[in-house]
C-alpha cells in the first residue's frame, strides 16, 4: 500500500498509524521470518582427567605402587586441574551452545579410606565459573563409572572418578534424562588393587528447543581396545542411538574413519552404517602430547554425529588458549556446532 502526501494529510496522523497497524496485522509474516529454520547449537568436550593410569597396572604393591599414585597426584596438581576448568567454562561461555556432553569429567579426591576430602571437582570447577560468568547452565545428566582407589602411604589414599555429563542452557527443554554403562566394559587386572573395570558409559535424553524435539546422546569409547570399542559402539546403535526422532551423537569415540590405525577405523564405520552423518568441522582438533604443547593437533576422534543428515550452519574448535602457565585446557580441543533441526 503506498500513501501519497494528499493521502496522508486527509487522514491525519492517527489515520495512517492505523492504516499501517492493519496492513501489519493483516498480512502473513515476512518470507525470512516464515522460511528460517530452527536450529540447536551443541558442544562436545573431553576434558582430560589429567593423569595415564596406565602405569598403576603393573606396578608392584606397597610403596612402589604409593609412590606412583602419588606422583600421578601431584601430576595433577602441577596441570592446575581447576585454572583448565576455568578455560573449558569461558569456551562455553563464549560459544554458548545449547547442550555440552563432557567426557573425561574427572573427580579426585585424597584422605583416608575412604577417600573423601575432593582436591578437583571437574563439573564443580566449569558449573562455578559459568555461574560467575552469569552464565546459565544446568546438569541435565551424569554418569560417573569407574571410581578407583588406592594407597599414597601415610594412611592416605588417592581416588579417581570418572565420567561424562551434559550441560543444557537455560530455556532448552530436556525430557526423560538417562545415564547408564555399557554392558560390555574393559576389564583391567592391576597387581596393587586388584581387577579395574573401566566402567565406561553413556547419557542420553530428549531436547525441545525453539519447538523441535531432538534425541541427544553423549558418550567416550574405549580407548585402550579396539574389540571393546567397537562393541559399546554397537551397544549405542541398538539402544540410546535407536530414537525415531531426529537424533545427535556427541562424544570422544576414540574412532574415525582415516586414523592411521586401521583397526581403530570399525567404530565409526558400524555408527555410519547405521545413518550417522558427521556434523563438524573437518578441521583438526586432537590431541595435544603435552599440555604445554605448541605443535597441534593431527587427528580427530571428537564427534558430532546425526540421523538423519542435519545441514550444518557453522562449526569450529576451541580449546587452544592456555593458563597464565601455559597449560591448554586439555590435550583434546571442543567442537561446537550449530545445527539446522527439520520442522
Not at 492505523?18 to 522460511?35: E, I, K, R
Not at 567454562?89 to 583416608?112: C, F, H, Y
Not at 565420567?163 to 547408564?180: E, P, Q, T, W, Y
Not at 528447543?209 to 558418550?219: D, I, L, M, R, S
Request: charged residues 20%.
Amino acid at each position: 500500500m503506498a500513501l501519497g502526501p494528499s493521502r496522508i494529510s486527509r487522514l491525519g496522523l492517527a489515520g495512517v498509524v492505523g492504516v499501517v497497524c492493519a496492513a501489519l496485522l493483516s498480512g502473513a509474516p515476512s518470507p525470512a521470518v516464515a522460511a528460517s529454520p530452527p536450529r540447536v547449537s551443541v558442544m562436545t568436550r573431553n576434558l582430560y582427567l589429567g593423569a595415564d593410569l596406565r602405569p598403576l597396572a603393573t606396578v608392584a604393591p606397597g610403596p612402589p605402587f604409593e609412590q606412583a599414585l602419588a606422583k600421578i597426584l601431584a601430576g595433577v596438581k602441577a596441570e592446575d586441574a581447576n585454572g583448565r576448568m576455568k578455560l573449558v567454562a569461558r569456551e562455553i561461555a563464549d560459544a554458548k551452545p545449547d547442550l555440552v556432553g563432557l567426557q573425561e569429567m574427572a573427580l579426585w579426591r585424597t584422605g583416608p579410606r575412604p577417600a573423601s576430602r575432593v582436591a578437583y571437582d571437574y563439573l564443580g570447577a566449569i558449573t562455578a565459573e559459568l555461574r560467575r560468568l552469569h552464565q546459565p547452565y544446568r546438569v541435565v545428566a551424569l554418569e560417573r563409572g569407574l571410581d578407583v582407589e588406592g594407597p599414597t602411604g601415610a594412611g592416605n589414599d588417592g581416588r579417581i572418578t570418572l565420567g561424562d555429563a551434559i550441560l543444557a542452557r537455560k530455556g532448552v527443554v530436556v525430557r526423560h534424562a538417562h545415564s547408564a554403562l555399557f554392558a560390555d566394559q574393559l576389564r583391567l587386572p592391576t597387581r596393587a588393587v586388584g581387577p579395574v573395570v573401566t566402567n565406561r558409559g553413556y547419557d542420553e535424553l530428549d531436547v525441545t528447543v525453539h519447538g523441535v524435539t531432538a534425541h541427544v546422546v553423549n558418550t567416550h569409547l574405549e580407548a585402550y581396545t579396539t574389540a571393546d570399542r567397537l562393541a559399546q559402539a554397537n551397544e549405542l546403535i541398538a539402544g540410546p542411538l535407536a530414537s525415531k526422532l531426529p537424533t545427535i551423537l556427541l562424544g570422544d569415540l576414540n574412532s574415525g574413519p582415516s586414523l592411521p590405525k586401521p583397526a581403530d577405523r570399525p567404530p565409526y564405520l558400524a555408527l555410519a552404517a547405521a545413518g550417522f552423518t558427521e556434523a563438524r568441522t573437518p578441521e583438526l582438533s586432537c590431541c595435544y602430547r603435552k599440555l604445554t604443547d605448541t605443535t597441534g593437533w593431527d587427528h580427530n576422534v571428537d564427534h558430532i554425529m546425526t540421523r538423519p543428515a542435519l545441514a550444518v550452519v557453522r562449526s569450529f574448535v576451541t580449546g587452544r588458549e592456555t593458563t597464565a602457565a601455559g597449560l591448554h585446557p586439555s590435550d583434546h580441543g571442543g567442537v561446537v556446532s550449530v545445527l539446522q533441526l527439520p520442522r
